[in-house]
């Protein structure tokens, strides 16, 4: 099992945009067969070293998350969030 952890800070940091983009890597659910499961949380302490989203995914393998990466919807999502964002950071580790 693979977890899948990314970091967003947005350009545009007010609550309708962290809304919007959260919605966006939430609607990738029941959508990716890869995904074992998808949780997208909202920062709420919104501090200077805060990111304003993240995202959580599981996998089953290192295959499933190289399928994940380029399925359509993923793809879809990445083209957004290359728009919207300002910087990402992500861990990827084995359970």
Do not use: W
Request: aromatic fraction near 6%; charge should be negative.
């Amino acid at each position: 099992m693979i977890k899948h952890i990314v970091l967003f800070k947005l350009k545009d940091s007010s609550p309708e945009s962290i809304n919007r983009t959260a919605d966006v890597l939430r609607d990738m659910k029941g959508k990716i067969p890869q995904l074992i499961s998808i949780e997208v949380g909202i920062d709420v302490i919104r501090s200077e070293r805060s990111y304003d989203i993240s995202l959580i995914t599981e996998v089953e393998s290192l295959e499933a998350l190289q399928a994940y990466q380029v399925h359509p919807v993923h793809q879809a999502v990445i083209q957004h969030m290359n728009e919207f964002k300002e910087s990402s950071i992500a861990v990827d580790y084995e359970l």
